[in-house]
């Protein structure tokens, strides 16, 4: 059993040790980050790439940012601003703390999904359990911290939510979780435990919408200055 858990345990660390030394190239391709994350842990037993953040800069030229944790076990690694192409960055937008990609024992999962959701089912990280709510999944003591390194808050993954989950797996679709009584999912960027986790992201979007407001303010009364007609009477010498 030890030597099981020291191959495994090694296995983790070639991986995150693999991702660090990818920090450091990654970008000089055309393709894009994440393929290159995935590429770079495709000899890694498992792990989960997390959307941590994004970001967009530049005044007249719009620049495009990711950023990325990957997560393996109770192991995990965030990664450096990484620059994406605007399609990668739309076509992402509204995946905000969600996995982008997950490898289990049954092979690459590609499909946008709660955190968490990849080890479900994995009866090496936990197990379902039987509570008040119905059938629930709960992990393992030495993977309690996955939680916290996943980025899934309290939330409690129920099987009911797991089926559906791996429906929309099975048609490709991305899943966004539960939604609570107002009708809003809990993840994804519009997500209800997004918006707990990931304050820093939504400060930052409120302090440029702020900035834009202002501008654009500043901008109009430059306008409306430079549009003043001289008042009647101003000198113009008519009907004199």
């Known amino acids: 059993m030890y ?9 983790l660390n070639l991986g995150l040790i693999g991702a660090l030394l990818l920090l450091f190239t ?5 393709t894009p980050p994440l393929e290159q994350l995935k590429t770079q842990l495709a000899s890694a037993p498992d792990y989960s790439i997390i959307f941590e953040d994004m970001q967009e800069s530049g005044t007249f030229v719009p ?8 997560v393996q076990g109770a192991r995990a ?3 450096d601003w990484m620059k994406v192409s605007k399609s990668v960055y739309q076509s992402n937008e509204q995946f905000l703390g969600m996995t982008l990609a997950s490898k289990t ?3 690459v999962d590609s499909t946008a999904k709660p955190p968490g959701y990849g080890y479900v089912g994995n ?3 936990g197990s379902w359990q039987q509570g008040s709510g119905g059938s629930f999944w709960a992990f393992y003591g030495q993977y309690a911290l996955m939680s916290n390194l996943l980025g899934m808050g309290r939330g409690t993954i129920y099987q009911r939510n797991y089926d559906t989950y791996r429906t929309h797996r099975t048609q490709g679709r991305p899943y966004y979780g539960p939604k609570n009584k107002s009708g809003t999912h809990k993840y994804g960027t519009q997500g209800t435990v997004t918006k707990q986790t990931k304050s820093t992201f939504f400060d930052r979007r409120v302090a440029k919408d702020r900035m834009k407001r202002a501008s654009f303010q ?3 009364k430059r306008r409306a200055g430079r549009s003043s007609f001289p008042s009647r009477g101003g000198g113009m010498g008519f009907g004199k």
């Open 3 to 11: 030597q099981r858990t020291t191959r495994h345990n090694l296995s």
């Open 218 to 220: 500043d901008k109009f």
């Open 105 to 107: 024992a049954d092979g």
């Open 26 to 30: 990654i970008g000089c391709s055309g």
């Open 123 to 125: 009866s090496q990280y």
């Open 77 to 79: 690694v965030t990664t």
């Open 63 to 70: 620049i495009y940012y990711h950023k990325y944790r990957i």
